[in-house]
């Protein structure tokens, strides 16, 4: 069993920035693969970055290439996303995933205003 716990979700303007973390209970955190995902309203939920178990590999949804960065802290068990640039279209609840999991975290909001 994993919990996920977000934080870090909240207004910003466009162009600014925010940071979300996402912590992971448990002792195995080093054997999983991560990911964050976002839903807007009135859409599905959708990919946007992930990161191998050693933090070496990542990917990225081609709409946050170049503005998002995902990294972890195995030390802390947490899995971060930078955000840069944010844009209105960026306006999503972000969800913690262990990858390819049923795993979930409850999601935090992200708004950027323009």
């Known amino acids: 069993q994993v919990h996920l716990v977000e934080s870090g979700g909240g207004l910003v303007q466009a162009g600014g920035s925010l940071r979300l973390s996402c912590a992971a209970s448990g002792r195995t955190f080093r054997t999983y693969r991560m990911a964050w995902f976002r839903q807007a309203p009135g859409k599905e939920r959708e990919f946007v970055a992930d990161?191998?178990?050693?933090?070496?590999?990542?990917s990225y949804a081609d709409s946050v290439k170049g503005r998002f960065t995902i990294f972890r802290d195995s030390t802390k068990s947490t899995v971060y996303l930078q955000m840069n640039s944010l844009k209105p279209e960026d306006t999503a609840v972000y969800y913690c995933?262990?990858?390819?999991?049923?795993?979930w975290g409850q999601g935090t909001q992200v708004t950027v205003s323009a």
């Open positions: 995933n262990v990858r390819d999991s049923n795993y």
């Open positions: 990161i191998s178990r050693d933090g070496l590999s990542k």
